[in-house]
């Protein structure tokens, strides 16, 4: 798959406190991808790079196969839309308005094409109502709408998922979805919540202490977040041949606890356990969540699991 963006080993100092670690990543062209992280660690500096709006103390990137240090990056960027800490929104204009006004500054001449832009966002009838008006999920779609303006082929999304209330936290996912599929625009998409992303993002990069700790695809993640059943029994010591030769795909997790990643019934495990004589002291749901994994993640980096 072609890269959209290539990170290569880019570090950011600010004064002593190094924000950025020799940060490498490619954005597949197409993807939604998503960096996740917790506050802190790095994802606003690492979006302020990418669009130009901070310098790397080290490292280099490229957009659209044009390097960062070659003067055409400044019309790829062009190519660009982002949102980064807050929307680009004028408070005392229209939706309509604040979408002329960009037009306009990207130099294009024919407003045509506004009112798709406003119904794509679910803002067509706002009217003459002012942005500052607008709720903070309006005005976050009204944001998407203006770095939507002149067709970007990257969109750039610090948390844009911040302070939404659940309908609007679907509204935007479902919005983005529709930017992603119908007009093919590869989304870099930041949120310190996985579980939210993982609604929508199709690659993933999990930041801590400006360090890249893993990047992998939606299936991967999912592959990793399997369900399991966790049983606890009186004994794992007989019972361990038993499931090797049922060909059940399971984890000794302690003297007493087993995962089991099959799907089989707890009468079938519990039959089992019969057969090697032990047993089933319980048997629970283990789903591992994404939050859960992504926590244990940064733990690992730190050292603590
Ligand atoms: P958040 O969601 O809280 O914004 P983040 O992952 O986007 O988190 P950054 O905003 O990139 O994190 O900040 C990374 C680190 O760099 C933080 O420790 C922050 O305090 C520091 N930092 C960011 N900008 C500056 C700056 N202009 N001067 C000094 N330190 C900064």
């Known amino acids: 798959m072609e890269n959209v963006v290539s990170i290569n080993g880019i570090s950011k100092k600010y004064g002593k406190a190094l924000v950025l670690d020799n940060v490498s990543l490619e954005i597949p062209k197409g993807s939604i991808f998503g960096l996740v992280g917790r506050n802190g660690a790095g994802k606003t500096t690492l979006m302020r790079i990418i669009t130009g709006l901070s310098e790397p103390t080290s490292g280099s990137y490229s957009i659209s196969g044009v390097s960062s240090s070659n003067k055409n990056i400044l019309s790829v960027r062009r190519r660009m839309g982002s949102i980064i800490e807050s929307p680009a929104v004028f408070r005392n204009l229209s939706a309509y308005d604040n979408l002329k006004l960009q037009y306009i500054n990207l130099g294009m001449t024919s407003f045509d094409s506004i009112p798709e832009l406003l119904e794509l966002v679910e803002l067509k009838d706002t009217g003459r109502k002012t942005a500052g008006k607008f709720s903070l999920g309006m005005r976050q779609r009204l944001g998407i709408a203006v770095a939507l303006c002149g067709n970007p082929d990257i969109l750039i999304l610090d948390e844009p998922i911040n302070g939404l209330d659940p309908q609007g936290i679907i509204q935007m996912r479902e919005i983005l979805l529709k930017v992603?599929?119908?007009?093919?625009?590869?989304?870099?998409?930041s949120s310190h919540i996985l579980e939210e992303l993982s609604k929508l993002a199709t690659h993933y990069a999990f930041i801590e202490g400006g360090k890249i700790l893993q990047?992998?695809?939606?299936?991967?993640?999912?592959?990793?977040?399997?369900?399991?059943?966790?049983?606890?029994v009186s004994g794992t010591e007989s019972l361990c041949p038993v499931f090797d030769r049922e060909k059940i795909d399971y984890k000794l997790e302690g003297e007493d606890t087993i995962d089991i990643f099959t799907d089989i019934a707890a009468s079938k495990i519990v039959s089992l356990a019969n057969e090697a004589g032990v047993e089933v002291i319980s048997i629970n749901e283990n789903n591992e969540s994404l939050e859960g994994y992504f926590m244990n993640l940064v733990a690992r980096k730190e050292g603590l699991a």
């Open 215 to 232: 990047t992998l695809s939606s299936e991967e993640l999912m592959s990793k977040v399997r369900k399991s059943s966790r049983i606890k």
């Open 180 to 189: 992603n599929r119908e007009k093919h625009t590869t989304i870099l998409i």
